[in-house]
């Protein structure tokens, strides 16, 4: 079974641009997870799709950030425009079972100068 | 608030001697935990989990962890260390609901060492 894919793996933009970031869940996983870890903090939650509607999106730091989930298959994450403070890595995961714990992906190393 | 805490940011341990890795939780009903590790240039990957039952969980690598509820504890156990088990560990507490898991909070990592 292939894993859950994060493209880019490293993005540096600079300030005020547009990065679009992509994550494939691993197929037939209905629950997707966006997360981000900014330089020497947690792992924060951003926001949970099931299928493609928006469960949780409350982690979401501002409306420069957008996800959207179409057909319930992958999933991109946009921030429009990057800010400094956008730097770190991002995660995606996704679940099948209730309980059965998320699959990570290697995440998307975002650099914004 | 829910919070987890991680209160080592980095050891460093010989390998073959005995691993604890610590994490204590603040969570206002019955939590589902986890032990995730990331080693460098990987994503993170589920070491074990603990939702119900027995207090001690085994999991992969042979790692184990046991759910105190008294402590507000769930410690990461390894009896001996390989240096292959260098990487960052994440504790995290999880929540269920609406038929579908929820989010995590994580600890802010343990970052391990290994010395020959």
Same mark, same amino acid.
């Given at each position: 079974e292939a894993g859950v894919t994060q493209f880019p793996s490293h993005s540096v933009i600079e300030k005020g641009q547009t990065v679009t970031l992509r994550c494939d869940p691993?197929? =037939?996983?209905d629950n997707l997870y966006w997360y981000r870890r900014v330089m020497g903090k947690e792992i924060k939650f951003l926001l949970h799709f099931v299928k493609e509607s928006k469960?949780?999106?409350? =982690?979401?730091?501002?409306?420069?950030f957008l996800a959207e989930r179409t057909g319930g298959t992958y999933s991109t994450l946009k921030v429009q425009p990057a800010e400094l403070e956008d730097s770190g890595v991002y995660f995606c995961a996704s679940s099948q079972?209730?309980? =059965?714990g998320y699959t990570f992906g290697s995440g998307t190393r975002l650099t914004v100068v | 608030a829910q919070s987890v805490t991680q209160p080592d940011i980095h050891i460093t341990v010989s390998e073959g001697a005995s691993l604890e890795l610590r994490c204590n939780y603040s969570y206002g009903a019955t939590p589902y935990l986890f032990w995730y590790v990331q080693s460098p240039g990987q994503g993170l990957q589920l070491l074990l989990k603990y939702f119900?039952?027995?207090t001690l969980v085994q999991g992969i690598k042979g790692f184990e962890a046991e759910f105190k509820r008294s402590q507000s504890s769930f410690n990461l156990r390894k009896p001996s260390v390989h240096w292959s088990d260098a990487a960052e560990y994440f504790c995290a507490v999880g929540f269920y609901y609406g038929g579908s898991q929820g989010n995590l909070i994580f600890g802010k990592g343990t970052k391990l060492s290994v010395k020959p």
């Open positions: 691993i197929s =037939g996983h469960q949780d999106e409350s =982690g979401m730091p501002n409306n420069r079972e209730a309980l =059965g | 119900s039952g027995d």
